[in-house]
T-cell receptor, first 109, second 112 residues
Framework: GQQVQQSPASLVLQEGENAELQCNFS?????MQWFYQRPEGSLVSLFY???GTKQSGRLTSTTVIKERRSSLHISSSQITDSGTYLC???????????FGKGTKLSVKS | AQTIHQWPVAEIKAVGSPLSLGCTIK??????LYWYWQATGGTLQQLFY??????VESVVQLNLSASRPKDDQFILSTEKLLLSHSGFYLC???????????FGEGSRLIVV
């Protein structure tokens, strides 16, 4: 089965609302990364977060290894946040990175 | 600062024709290098990785091959394209195992 499951598959927000994106993994974790995929396809690294909580501006990532989950919180969403958010886990090293299917976020004015 | 450049940006190729996609990293010696592929609407899949010149490990084959002829260059190729090769190809680098991945802008391939 799918080693990395993301939810929700899609999300529509009004500008200013907060969002919580989830990533659950079924096998052991060595690292967890979050990426933003632009509409044209290119990827931007958001967080490398194997455990604990990290914050960058309006984004916060929390990984709880015991519960096999990681989350990405977006506060005060903006239209420019629209796109697809991907999480990816590595069970050993970056040599094998498994991606989730992504959460497609749409922020409307 | 490190930069990663992929070429070509996009290609339309015929079934059975050869393919070569390239990736160059500047500003970082001995990076780990990776190729990823994403079918339209699909999940990103890791294809190959390389931790040193001349060494490439396959993760998912898809009738493609990869080579690392220079420390800063990673090439993805095949002699005969299939329709199933269509999609978006991304090259990435990292400083080492367990570190952040940095992606190129990608190459979009349509096989007809």
């Amino acid at each position: 089965g799918q080693q990395v499951q993301q939810s929700p598959a899609s999300l529509v927000l009004q500008e200013g609302e907060n969002a919580e994106l989830q990533c659950n993994f079924s096998t052991s974790l060595n690292s967890m990364q979050w990426f933003y995929q632009r509409p044209e396809g290119s990827l931007v690294s958001l967080f490398y977060n194997p455990s604990g909580t990290k914050q960058s501006g309006r984004l916060t990532s929390t990984t709880v290894i015991k519960e096999r989950r990681s989350s990405l919180h977006i506060s005060s969403s903006q239209i420019t946040d629209s796109g697809t958010y991907l999480c990816a886990k590595s069970g050993g090293s970056n040599a094998k990175l498994t991606f989730g299917k992504g959460t497609k976020l749409s922020v409307k004015s | 600062a490190q930069t990663i450049h992929q070429w070509p940006v996009a290609e339309i190729k015929a079934v059975g024709s050869p393919l070569s996609l390239g990736c160059t990293i500047k500003g970082k010696s001995s990076p780990n290098l990776y190729w990823y592929w994403q079918a339209t609407g699909g999940t990103l899949q890791q294809l190959f990785y390389s931790i040193t010149v001349g060494q490439v490990e396959s993760v998912v084959q898809l009738n493609l091959s990869a080579s690392r002829p220079k420390d800063d260059q990673f090439i993805l190729s095949t002699e005969k394209l299939l329709l199933s090769h269509s999609g978006f190809y991304l090259c990435a680098w990292s400083r080492g195992d367990g570190n952040t991945l940095y992606f190129g802008e990608g190459s979009r391939l349509i096989v007809v």
